[in-house]
Every structure is written in C-alpha cells, then in structure tokens.
C-alpha cells in the first residue's frame, strides 16, 4: 500500500501543483493575498511531499506532526487583516472555501489516526487529501489542469 501511495502522490505532483486556486480569482485579489495564497499552497505541497517517506517508513508521529501542520495551515486566517478577509470571501467561490475546509478537515483526520497508531487510516486520510486536491482543481482550475476536465475526483459529480 505504500508503494501505491508513493507512486499516486509521484504522479499527482508531476503533473499538477497544489495550486487550486482559479486564475480570474486570484487575479482579482490583492499581490498580498495573492502572496498568502502562494505561501499556503507551497507550505501545503512540501508537507504531502515529506508524508510518504515518514508513513513509508513507518513513522507516525512525523505523519502526525506534518498532518497537523498542514490542518493549521490557514496562513490567511493567521496573517491577514479584515478588509483582507472580506476580500478573500468576497472574491473566492464560496465553493472553493468549502472545498478548502473539507481539506484541512482531513489534514487534522490524518493527524489525529497517525497520532493514535492506525495505520490503516492513515492511508485512507492520505488518499481523502489527494482526492480533495483533485477535485479542487477539477472544479476551479480546469485551465490549468485540463487533463482533470474529464476526471472528476471520486464523489465529485459533473452532470
């Protein structure tokens, strides 16, 4: 199962950034939470990087240590003033947010079952992470993505 999650998350990054954000929509934000954006996502791409050796490698609490990091990971909500939060909800689909929400909703799912020692529901939460990036970029950035058009993330309906 390892080797599976290893070759899914070599693939998923050679082919596309944790970047789910749809262009017009960051284009409209301000350079500074444009700069945040960027910030989070990054921050966000290293620590799903460094989970497949630690998990590989059997070490769970490395696996919880980076899950929490990325579960707390809301630099917007951290370092950015009223009016800029305004902004941000004013600006981004309100389906995007939810969709960023679940994210970091099974960012702390992960941290919390690596934590506990179940190593089979780290691999569960791993693959809940990968398919919440999935469908972000399916649903708000298909120009960047194009090949994630016809591939929906599981549970994610186009009719």
Do not use: W
Not at 50 to 74: D, H, Q, R, T, Y
Request: a positive charge; glycine letters at 6%; charged letters at 25%.
């Amino acid at each position: 199962m390892n080797k599976i999650i290893g070759t899914l998350l070599i693939a998923f990054i050679s082919t596309v950034s944790l970047n789910c954000y749809s262009e017009s929509d960051v284009e409209s934000l301000s350079p500074e939470l444009r700069a945040l954006l960027k910030q989070e996502m990054l921050a966000i791409q290293e620590g799903m990087k460094n989970i497949v050796p630690a998990f590989a490698s059997g070490n769970l609490k490395e696996v919880s240590g980076i899950a929490g990091k990325i579960s707390k990971s809301f630099i917007l909500k951290q370092k950015i003033t009223d009016t800029q939060k305004h902004e941000l909800h004013q600006k981004l689909p309100k389906a995007f947010i939810l969709k960023d929400k679940e994210f970091h909703k099974y960012a702390g799912m992960l941290e919390h079952v690596s934590e506990k020692g179940h190593t089979e529901l780290v691999g569960f939460y791993y693959s809940k992470l990968l398919e919440s990036c999935i469908g972000c970029h399916s649903e708000h950035a298909s120009h960047r993505f194009p090949t994630l058009i016809n591939e929906p993330a599981k549970g994610t309906h186009h009719h």
